[in-house]
């Protein structure tokens, strides 16, 4: 077996609309093409032996055990690849259930798709499943041992991709609520929402938390001040810069006992609590010199720890926090009753799990030779011996939920002191022998003030109710149910998505909104251009939707991008199909026409119930994609008696009509014409209808969302098929006594439209320049020689600079095919070089003839007609 390719798929695409994250591989059987799994002597054997729990996949017999029917039976490598892939996933924790297998065009070699949760622990899962076949295919068995450390890897790639709990249990609140969310490029930044609507966050900071309240809380002396200026419990000390002003200190703090911390520490480093002489003392002011310069002395407050977790001013969560400690059973030393404890599969390395893993430090010696015991000790069953001094989850601290425990009055303290301090989400560190009684009469303390606190305590207590304080962060950011969403307008098809694109965001402009829109051209947010080049795949969509100012984003949605990574957003608004045609077939898997439009029907399907997917009529493809979609479907159609959109708009639904002349929205009895064809210039007087089809696309697209017919008409009457709004669709010049025109058609479909065009110009001569890219089908060139027979009276058949792997000339042959065979007499040369061909066309064109250019650069192509002097460009032609 050979691996051709391995893409990764991150939205709505071909083989799911609602699955996004999944794995396509291109897999060669290679010299398993003709064998089923029956016929390999000892697979079924081994692949038992090396994967037990694959027992447990259903697949298509229904039931436990069903695949492993199959396997015996005989299937193939590819769907027995993508069951050991699932299963290897699932093995290292990550539960994962979707997959596909499908042959391709060519035999012996298949896609196999697999779902993933982690993009590169699915690369990984799909490359070891077939190592894994492949072994017990050439040796009967896969080493234990090598599974064993692919599922290492696995759970190493898994974790180390993980957000941290408090960031995972924000995300999954926003997923539950319907709010996409998007990991940004750096400092572990996470976008909820999208363009103006979006919120951030950072672990558990937020786009609203201010830098002051930060800094303050940051500096634990400075908020000590303030709360103590404030009249709030803080425990009594000062601080220190030099180990000869300890003595002091500690008289000033009332004497032992006492506790040492660096000033500006965290997570407990550094810290001793409960020094009770000299000595201790001593040692602490070293160990906490090694984090800060300035030392904090404090006296000691007995109590327990709590955390008291403030969300937008409300307390939302408490909890005790044990610090780590073990429960003697009367059999096992201390020693081994920690690495016991240890073993608890929710204690991990620092923050990434529940509990972290106990780790001994210097204070934990002294504190169990307090307790008069050492590592060696037998405690008797029931004791419990405390190992760390400060209760910080991430030194192996334990929580207990006591949210319902606290006094009113604590609750309002707690409150008032967050406000004071200044920030959106904290946590107070709270000592006190009592949190169910007011801290003023049982001399508790506020100890700190902490931004960005972590969640772990309250969303996976070890003991009591777990509180869901994400779902207060997520309240804060998005109260009353406020949006975290823009309009998503995607569109797509074969021919013209640039052109409907522009016009509908330029349409949408009228509602005075900022529209963020991709085109095949470039990026573009209102007026501005962001980034030229092709910019119809999820990346450039995510450019769009992750615009802090973009309030609409309309999205060319190309076939390559769908294929390759699926729709760069999660579901639209509206969803545009304009036309399926033969192009780029033979790419990607995509080999006829029907998956094609399966394909293209992606941009339909992925969209709100309570969206729209605008859909041609004309176009049966198109149509049967209402019956996929669970969107409203509103169509649109040339054809005024169009059967179909008749019952459509007679039961309630939606149109765009092109009748009588007018481009008209239609709903029921009432038809509302928006403006007639020849006043709107990108029809170029009413005379290109493929273009009157674009804006009938784009005024539904727009009318479905709630754009006025004014507005509409105002967009279409102001939208010229310019260069500069345009370029490369329809440029018409006048160039004295002859026209030229330039054009971006470059399949049959669209060749076919602009023939339409074409034909029309009846003043004098049609001269084409044509040709196409490279990596088109043999017939499609033929095709094109054929359409251009019939549309021009003298034909330059060129090639473009990049043969996209063609031998020069191939193309201009086929194509010169096409021509004779429709008619022999047809007046053509070929002249490969572009920039030679166009210079030859604009020579030789006599008056009043119209120079048409198909060009592989639109840019040089304008430039070449604009060296010739005196041009004009024309927007509307007489
Ligand atoms: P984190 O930011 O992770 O909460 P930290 O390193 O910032 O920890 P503090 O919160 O100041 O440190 O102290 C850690 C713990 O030590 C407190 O939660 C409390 O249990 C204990 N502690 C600190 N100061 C005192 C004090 N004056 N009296 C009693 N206990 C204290
Ligand atoms: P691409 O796949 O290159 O991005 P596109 O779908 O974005 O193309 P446009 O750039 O808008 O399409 O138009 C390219 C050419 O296709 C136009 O110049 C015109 O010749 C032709 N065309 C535009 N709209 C249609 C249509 N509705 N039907 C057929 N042909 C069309
Ligand atoms: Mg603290
Ligand atoms: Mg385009």
Not at 724 to 752: C, I, W
């Amino acid at each position: 077996m050979r691996i051709l390719k391995i893409q990764t798929l991150r939205g709505p695409n071909y083989w799911s609309i609602r699955r996004h994250k999944l794995i396509v591989m291109r897999l060669d059987l290679e010299n398993l093409a003709e064998t089923p799994s029956n016929q390999i002597p000892g697979f079924y054997e081994g692949l038992v032996e090396a994967l037990p729990s694959l027992e447990g996949h259903y697949c298509s017999p229904g039931c436990r055990g069903g695949f492993l029917m199959r396997v015996k039976e005989g299937t193939m490598m590819g769907h027995i690849v993508e069951h050991v892939a699932l299963e290897l996933q699932e093995l290292a924790g990550m539960h994962v259930g979707f997959g596909r297998t499908r042959e391709t065009a060519t035999p012996g070699i298949f896609q196999v798709v697999i779902e993933y949760l982690n993009e590169e622990a699915g690369r990984y899962s799909a490359r070891a499943a077939v190592r894994l076949c492949q072994s017990i295919v050439d040796r009967g068995r896969y080493p234990k041992a090598e599974l064993e450390q692919d599922i290492l890897d696995l759970q190493d790639l898994w974790r180390e991709s993980s957000l941290g709990p408090s960031t995972e249990a924000i995300i999954k609140e926003a997923e539950k609520r319907g709010i996409p969310w998007t990991q940004l490029s750096a400092r572990f930044l996470i976008q909820l929402g999208y363009g103006v609507n979006q919120k951030r966050i950072q672990a558990t900071m937020t786009g609203n938390t201010g830098i002051l309240g930060v800094e303050l809380a940051c500096d634990k002396e400075a908020t000590k001040r303030i709360l103590a200026a404030s009249g709030a419990p803080v425990p009594k000390g000062t601080v220190i810069n030099f180990f000869d002003d300890l003595e002091e200190a500690i008289e000033y703090v009332g004497g032992y006992p006492i506790v040492i911390k660096p000033s500006d520490g965290n997570h407990g480093r550094g810290i001793t609590i409960d020094i009770r002489d000299w000595d201790e003392a001593e040692a602490a002011y070293e160990s906490a010199r090694l984090i800060s310069r300035s030392i904090i002395v404090e006296r000691y407050y007995p109590g327990r720890d709590h955390r008291v977790l403030v969300v937008d001013g409300k307390v939302v969560a408490v909890a005790e926090r044990v610090p780590a400690h073990v429960v003697g059973d009367g059999r096992s030393t201390i020693a081994q009753l920690i690495e016991e404890t240890n073993q608890d599969p929710n204690r991990g390395e620092g923050h990434d799990n529940i509990l972290t893993k106990i780790e001994l430090d210097r204070s934990s010696y002294q504190l169990l030779e307090r307790q008069g015991l050492t590592l060696k000790s037998v405690p008797p069953k029931g004791t419990i011996c405390y190992l760390r001094a400060t209760a910080n989850l991430s030194t192996g601290g334990s929580a207990i939920d006591r949210t319902d425990e606290i006094h009113p009055e604590n609750v309002w303290l707690a409150q008032r002191v967050v406000k004071i301090i200044g920030l959106d989400v904290a946590g107070l560190d709270i000592v006190t022998t009592d949190i169910s009684r007011p801290l003023r009469e049982v001399d508790g303390v506020i100890v700190e003030v902490n931004a960005a606190p972590g969640f772990r305590m309250h969303v996976a207590p070890s003991q009591g109710i777990p509180r869901n304080v994400a779902g207060a962060v997520i309240d804060m950011l998005f109260p009353h149910e406020q949006s975290s969403r823009i309009p998503i307008l995607s569109i797509t098809g074969t021919n013209g998505k640039t052109t409907t694109t522009r016009l509908l965001a330029h349409i949408y402009k009228q509602t005075g909104k900022v529209i963020g829109y991709t085109t095949t051209d470039g990026t573009y947010i209102g007026e501005y251009l962001v980034e030229s080049g092709d910019n119809t795949g999820p990346q450039s969509a995510h450019v769009i939707l992750e615009d802090p100012t973009v309030e609409v984003a309309v999205l060319e949605t190309a076939r390559g991008g769908i294929l390759r990574s699926g729709v760069g957003f999660d579901m639209a608004n509206v969803g545009v199909v304009l036309n399926v045609a033969a192009d780029h077939l033979g790419i990607g898997d995509i080999d006829t026409i029907e998956q094609l439009a399966n394909l293209k029907s992606v941009v339909a399907e992925a969209v709100f119930p309570d969206g729209y997917a605008v859909l041609n009529a004309d176009d049966h493809r198109v149509a049967a994609m209402a019956q996929k979609t669970k969107a409203n479907v509103a169509y649109f159609t040339m054809n005024p008696d169009a059967e179909l959109v008749r019952q459509h708009v007679q039961q309630g639904g939606v149109a765009a009509v092109y009748e009588n002349g007018y481009l008209s929205i239609v709903k029921g009895d009432w038809t509302h014409r928006i403006e007639r064809a020849e006043n709107i210039p990108l029809t170029m007087g009413g005379r290109a209808g493929f273009m009157i089809a674009n804006a009938l696309a784009a005024s539904l697209a727009a009318f479905v969302q709630d754009v006025t017919i004014e507005q509409i008409r105002a967009g279409l009457k102001t939208f010229r098929a310019s260069v500069s709004q345009t370029p490369g669709r329809m440029n018409l010049f006048n160039l004295g006594k002859y026209h030229a025109l330039v054009d971006y058609a470059h399949n049959p479909a669209s060749y076919e439209a602009l023939g339409s065009f074409v034909r029309n110009w009846t003043t004098g001569e049609r001269i084409g320049v044509v040709g196409g890219p490279g990596d088109r089908r043999d017939e499609d060139f033929v095709t094109l020689g054929k359409l251009s027979a019939e549309i021009f009276d003298y034909i330059i058949v060129k090639e473009d600079d990049d043969t996209r792997g063609r031998s020069r000339g191939s193309a201009a042959e086929l194509i010169t095919n096409g021509i004779t065979q429709v008619n022999p007499n047809c007046r053509y040369e070929s002249v490969l070089d572009e920039t030679t061909a166009i210079n030859q066309a604009l020579d030789m064109a006599p008056d009043n003839s119209l120079v048409v250019i198909l060009p592989e650069s639109v840019n040089r192509a304008i430039k070449l007609i604009k060296l010739r002097g005196l041009v004009t460009e024309e927007v509307q032609p007489q």
